[in-house]
């Protein structure tokens, strides 16, 4: 991994010093996201179909925050990411989980969101039955999930298509996590 990481580096110093430009504020910079291997084929949650299962060694990052452009206004939103990682195919499933708020304790998360399922899914695998008897999380701390998780070796999930008013969205849940 710092072999990759020297290559990825080596690489942004060239370009920046071939980069010629008029906005001398401009100061760039790139923050390495924890084990990723940058050079396999990244796949997204949305190009899985309904049921269809993605083995990997998860990674899940801290929150972060992200500005977007809604209509001319800019909006601050807020996701950690979860990487599976599968060495052997040289691919990683991404799946960004939307916040409501930045930092890792999280509330009021309800049944339908992605949150919820990520968080339910896990509890489940622990105590099969049990967050069947809710239709809500009042609180969590994400810390918590990401250290379990990025202490694991393998986990497997499986997309699930969901319904969302007018739209159709891809959640996901863990059926198998090894330690």
Do not use: W
Not at 20 to 30: C, Q
Not at 61 to 78: A, L, M, N, P
Not at 97 to 103: E, F, S, V, W
């Amino acid at each position: 991994m710092a072999r990759q990481t020297q290559k990825v580096t080596e690489f942004i110093r060239e370009q920046v010093e071939e980069e010629e430009t008029i906005f001398s504020s401009l100061d760039m910079g790139y923050e390495e996201e924890d084990n990723l291997p940058y050079e396999y084929e990244r796949i997204r949650l949305t190009d899985l179909e309904d049921q269809e299962t993605y083995t990997g060694r998860p990674v899940m990052t801290e929150v972060q925050s992200f500005t977007i452009d809604d209509d001319g206004e800019e909006v601050t939103k807020y996701r950690c990411k979860l990487y599976l990682i599968d060495d052997e195919e040289e691919e990683m499933l991404e799946i960004n989980i939307n916040l409501k708020k930045y930092g890792d304790v999280q509330t009021n998360i309800r049944k339908g969101a992605v949150l919820y399922d990520f968080i339910t899914s896990i509890k489940e695998l622990e105590s099969p039955g049990f967050a069947s008897l809710f239709n809500r999380i009042n609180k969590v701390d994400l810390k918590e999930f990401r250290d379990f998780l990025n202490d694991c070796s393998e986990a497997t999930i499986k997309c699930l298509e969901r319904q969302g008013g007018s739209f159709t969205y891809n959640s996901f849940i863990f059926t198998k996590i090894k330690g």
